[in-house]
């Protein structure tokens, strides 16, 4: 008996291209979501960042480990922030601010001059007979308790060198830079995509992917 044969039928050329067009379709249309939501996580982790930023370095004071510590932020060089911390071992508080008159007031200039944005460049952090004004400086010393990072792609409401510093009583909490008017200090700041044609500012209503990274003079960082 003789077997029929089965007839096998493929795709056209046809019904392939029209596949192929459904599936460009969709591609183009879920692309740019798609987009927004890897820069806007991208953004967020940046913030993230910065928040355990400024948590780690007042952990650091409340542990004891420093008597005074910094976050120093600025624009890097073409596209990003750069951030870095510095810490002040509870000695050095007494010889470098209590000891001084310059810094241990309430003026402006004492907050600023506590606040010091000077870096450790060319100081040995372990010698206790450097003149420099911080032990710790993440800008020159690789340490577990300092850090000196560039968050790429993105920006802050902060567009020169500044800097806020904590102590443990909150005695000393200082700032410089763009952190400071007259002798009030900011407690927040703003992250968001690096656009150069839009400010980073709660005020611009343009603006995406807005976070705000926000502080007391006690810690309580909020993101």
Not at 77 to 103: C, H, P, W, Y
Request: charged fraction near 25%; glycine fraction near 6%; hydrophobic fraction near 40%.
């Amino acid at each position: 008996m003789q077997m029929q044969e089965k007839k096998i039928k493929g795709f056209s050329l046809i019904e392939v291209l029209v596949v192929m067009i459904i599936v460009s379709v969709i591609s183009a249309m879920a692309y740019p979501n798609f987009q927004n939501w890897k820069k806007e996580r991208e953004v967020r982790g940046s913030a993230e960042k910065v928040r355990n930023i400024f948590t780690n370095t007042i952990t650091q004071v409340q542990r004891g480990l420093y008597g005074f510590a910094q976050v120093y932020i600025e624009p890097s060089t073409g596209s990003g922030v750069r951030l870095v911390t510095r810490g002040m071992f509870l000695s050095s508080v007494a010889k470098n601010i209590i000891q001084d008159n310059e810094r241990r007031g309430n003026s402006e200039t004492a907050i600023k001059g506590r606040c010091d944005l000077t870096s450790n460049v060319g100081a040995d952090a372990d010698d206790a007979s450097s003149a420099s004004y911080w032990d710790h400086d993440g800008s020159v010393t690789p340490r577990a308790e300092v850090v000196d990072i560039t968050l790429k792609d993105v920006k802050t409401s902060i567009t020169s060198a500044s800097a806020v510093c904590f102590s443990k009583d909150a005695r000393w909490y200082s700032a410089n830079g763009e952190f400071i008017s007259g002798t009030d200090i900011v407690t927040s700041m703003y992250i968001c995509l690096d656009d150069d044609a839009i400010a980073c500012s709660g005020d611009e209503p343009d603006v995406k992917y807005l976070y705000a990274v926000s502080w007391s003079r006690f810690g309580n960082i909020k993101l």
